[in-house]
Nanobody, 127 residues
Framework: VRLAESGGGSVQAGGSLRLTCAASGSALDGNCISWFRQAPGTQREGVAGTHIGLDNTAYHDSVKGRFTISRDIDENVIYLQMNDLKPGDSGMYYC?????????????????????WGRGTQVTVSW
């Protein structure tokens, strides 16, 4: 499966962005899909994840209540709605997909479990 992110940009604190992850090559079915972000000099961290099939979601504590991961299975697209953005949210955002799995609740935020990655989209939040 190939992934392509879009929707990044520069916004002021308090603003919103919606990131899109378009999957191609195969239909998403039973995959774990997560959004990761990476700021310069830091490790890549998972901010939101979902399992295609179980319809559950999980979030990093720092984004709970502000970010929402959702999906349009018919279009093979995963979204990340980001509201009330803060400068600490700045970074390159990547979407990642695992192979088909029964669950990813315990590892959705760990990059080593994901086989497919997009090239990322930059998000910059300023005061």
């Amino acid at each position: 499966v190939r992934l392509a992110e879009s929707g990044g940009g520069s916004v002021q604190a308090g603003g919103s962005l919606r990131l899109t992850c378009a999957a191609s090559g195969s239909a998403l079915d039973g995959n774990c899909i997560s959004w990761f972000r990476q700021a310069p000099g830091t490790q890549r961290e998972g901010v939101a994840g979902t399992h295609i099939g179980l319809d559950n979601t999980a979030y990093h504590d720092s984004v709970k209540g502000r970010f929402t991961i959702s999906r349009d299975i018919d279009e093979n697209v995963i979204y990340l709605q980001m509201n009330d953005l803060k400068p600490g949210d700045s970074g390159m955002y990547y979407c990642a997909a695992s192979g088909p799995v029964s669950s990813c609740y315990s590892w959705w935020r760990h990059s080593k479990y994901f086989d497919h990655w997009g090239r990322g989209t930059q998000v910059t939040v300023s005061w």
